[in-house]
């Protein structure tokens, strides 16, 4: 007979923030979140110039939402 090793699940906290939202550093919960979309903003314009087709992906994805009219249908 095997032995399964299971681990247990580790749910997400916020214990590490006071009431305020800042953390032991004096970081707001929200400048963590801003940081990290701004992040991801620069890593998708910096894919967006790199990659044709992911360029294409994204002017078509503009146009269907209607963001942009340069007369891309389907």
């Known amino acids: 007979m095997r032995y399964v090793h299971r681990?247990?699940?580790?749910?997400?906290t916020s214990t590490s923030f006071d009431k305020n939202g800042l953390d032991k550093a004096g970081i707001h919960w929200m400048q963590y979140l801003s940081m990290?979309?701004?992040?991801?903003?620069?890593f998708l314009i910096a894919l967006d110039k790199a990659v044709p087709s992911f360029h294409?992906?994204?002017?078509?994805?503009m146009a269907r939402v209607g963001i942009?009219?340069?007369?891309?249908?389907?």
């Open 7 to 12: 681990s247990k699940l580790k749910t997400m």
């Open 36 to 42: 990290t979309s701004m992040s991801l903003l620069i």
């Open 56 to 61: 294409r992906i994204v002017l078509h994805s």
């Open 68 to 74: 942009i009219c340069n007369g891309i249908t389907g």
